[in-house]
Each structure stands twice: as C-alpha cells, then as structure tokens.
C-alpha cells in the first residue's frame, strides 16, 4: 500500500481538514490546525506531503512520526506538531479502515464504553453565562465550562477579584453541586492574582481550573498550587511528551489537557497519557475544534485509562455554534445524558462529506486572534 496523492481544506469557521488516499483506495482524514494560523499550518504539512510522505507505506504510522519529527533539525512548537497531528490522524484512519476496526480497538480497545464530555459557556454578562448553563445541563451535560475573566491587571483591585468571583458563583449557584463546573483562566491572570483567585474560588469547588498560569510560567505552577486546594489543567498549549514532562515531575498539576490536533497527533496524545498515568494524572483532552479532531480524540479517550472528562467545541444536539456534524454524511457522534458514545465504525469512525467539504472550502475563513489591550494602551493576553 503507498500513498498517493492529498487534499487540504480550509473551511468556516478556522478549521483545517487533511485527506490522504492510498492506491487501493482507502482514504484517511485528520484535522492539522492552529486556530488563526490555518494557512501556514496548510505550509507545513504540504512541506511534510511532498517532501516526505507520498509514496510512503501509510500504516508505517510509527516510523513516520520519528521521521517528521526527527527528520528536521528544528523540532517541536505549535506549527511543526499540528502538521503532524493531523497527519497521523489520517494514518491511524487509514489503518483502521485497512482492518476494518475502529482506532480505539488498535489501541488496546475500550477502557469504558461511553465518554464524558463538557461544553463551553459564554456569555458577556453574568445573566447571559447562566442562561447559556441551564440550556446545556437541560440538555443533559453533566459538565460545563467557563472562562473565568476577560483581562486583568497583574495585580488587580478588589472589586475586580470580586466581580470575577461571584460571576462564577453565579453559574455554580444556578447549576447546582451535581454538575461539574470547569473554570478556564486561558493564561490571562498573573501569579499574584492566580493565587488569590484560587484561593476565592475554593467555594465554588470546580472540578478543575484551567490554565492558571501561562503554559511559559508552568515552572510557577507548583509555587501556585500550594495556595489552594482547587485541582489545576493545563496542557491546551504544550505539544509534545517533553513539554509534559516538567509537569509530571513537580507534581503541581492534577490534570493535563493535551489536543490531537496540536500535540503530536493520537500516536503522541497516548504517549502523554500513558505518562500521566505513571503520575496519577487524569487527562481531558482539549477539543474546540471541528468534527475530525473529536472524532480522533474521541478514539484515544475511549481507549485511556485516566480519562477525566473529553472537551468538545460545537453543540451536537441542538446545532448552536459550528455545528462540526454538517461537514459529515451522517450524524457522526451519539450523545447522550452527558457522554458520547464509540462508534464501532472503522477508523475515526466518521465520514466527512468531501464534497460538502470541498464547496465550503470556497468560503472565506480568514480568522485571527482579536488583539486586546488594557487601559493604558498595553497589549493584553486573550
């Protein structure tokens, strides 16, 4: 079996979708992205494509990730591991249609038979953020999301402590203590007032706060901890086994949040995971992204262990947001009373739609990051 040829397809809202075939006509597809930076991204594993990979055996999966990954004197980072990423996926997806099972059973098989998952809340005011809870858990959610602050000062007042307290409180209050509140500070607040907002919110006792701290000052996060009770995540914005690594070994982190569309791809993300696991770490992988992506993510938390909780970023039921099922034949994901069920359905076990696919690839998809910016001008983290 060789490979033969490969599409891209930068589609609404910033996803990026990988088809690669094979010259006796399975095809595999993964989802290599960095959000806001699709096109270059599309660079990257074009450069891996064609410099490297066509003509290659495609169930080789292994020997190909030492190969991208090796093979270039530069390694690691957002871009070079999203690439890969989602190659391997389309790999993984080409070898489990190859022997007609699914990726989960060619991991080992299943470690639970459903998955639970949490969804995203936003919302501008705190009116808004409750609303947008009561639909989810009415929906049958067992765990939500939210962030916990816009921008803050590096050390803020106290009336900003407290308005970002009792935002959170509001939603823990109006959802009750039998739903897990995930609360996502994305790096935005500083040492001095991580440790104060940890401390706030030992109260509203979230099953995890997220990203405390910038993923470049996880060497801070032990110092963190020890100020508060609340278990930490991280992992959004890590990579690789050796960006995990230094986690593991202080012990300041309860849960890791690696992407299969950032780190490494399911070959790698299991690598991870198999780590934490050796630490007493959960995982619950990052997913805001399109339907490839969780569906992938979707095969390793299946067949995971320390599984917590699988994010996911569109609303299967009802089809609010970017309803990711749209670029599929077929609805592509069971969801029910707050968890996913594994297809039995070779490979990722979805089947994207190439046409649909290739007519929405048209559209203009050319998002970026808003930039903030504080009071005085500074530039503010997102």
Not at 86 to 115: F, H, M, N, S, T
Not at 158 to 181: F, M, N
Not at 312 to 333: K, V
Request: with cysteine; hydrophobic share 40%; aromatic share 8%.
């Amino acid at each position: 079996m060789q490979i033969t040829d490969y599409e891209l397809f930068e589609v609404p809202p910033r996803w990026l979708f990988l088809r690669i075939e094979t010259d006796d006509g399975l095809v595999g597809w993964g989802e290599p992205i960095v959000e806001g930076r699709a096109k270059t991204v599309k660079t990257a594993v074009t450069e891996v494509m064609d410099g490297y990979l066509l003509g290659k055996d495609p169930q080789r999966i292994q020997d190909h990730w030492q190969a991208m990954y090796r093979g270039g004197f530069y390694r690691g980072g957002p871009v070079l591991m999203s690439a890969m990423a989602g190659i391997d996926q389309a790999l993984w997806d080409i070898k489990g249609k190859r022997y007609d099972a699914p990726v989960y059973e060619l991991l080992g098989g299943k470690a639970r038979d459903k998955v639970r998952v949490y969804q995203w809340i936003g919302g501008d005011r705190p009116e808004d953020l409750i609303a947008e809870a009561e639909k989810l858990v009415n929906a049958g959610y067992t765990a939500i999301k939210m962030d916990a602050t816009e921008r803050t000062a590096h050390i803020d007042t106290p009336a900003a402590i407290d308005t970002i307290v009792e935002r959170i409180s509001g939603v823990r209050k109006e959802i009750g203590d039998e739903v897990d509140l995930c609360v996502d500070f994305r790096g935005r607040v500083a040492k001095p007032m991580a440790k104060q907002l940890l401390s706030e919110l030992e109260s509203v006792r979230p099953m995890f706060v997220e990203e405390p701290l910038l993923p470049e000052h996880s060497d801070q996060l032990a110092n963190v901890a020890t100020h508060s009770t609340v278990p930490i995540a991280t992992g959004e914005r890590m990579y690789s086994r050796w960006d995990f690594k230094p986690l593991f070994e202080d012990g300041a982190v309860d849960v890791i949040q690696p992407n299969v569309s950032h780190a490494g791809g399911i070959s790698e993300v299991r690598r991870i995971a198999s780590m934490a696991e050796a630490y007493n770490v959960a995982v619950a992988p990052n997913c805001p992204l399109g339907p490839i992506a969780l569906a992938a993510s979707l095969q390793v938390s299946t067949a995971t262990p320390n599984l917590l909780v699988q994010d996911q970023g569109f609303d299967i039921e009802s089809g609010r947001r970017n309803n990711g099922s749209n670029y599929l034949a077929g609805s592509g994901f069971e969801f029910e009373d707050g968890y996913l069920i594994p297809t039995d359905q070779p490979g990722l076990g979805i089947t994207p739609d190439r046409d649909t696919i290739a007519a929405r690839a048209q559209d203009d998809t050319d998002w970026h990051n808003p930039i903030w910016r504080h009071p005085d001008g500074s530039v503010a983290e997102w």
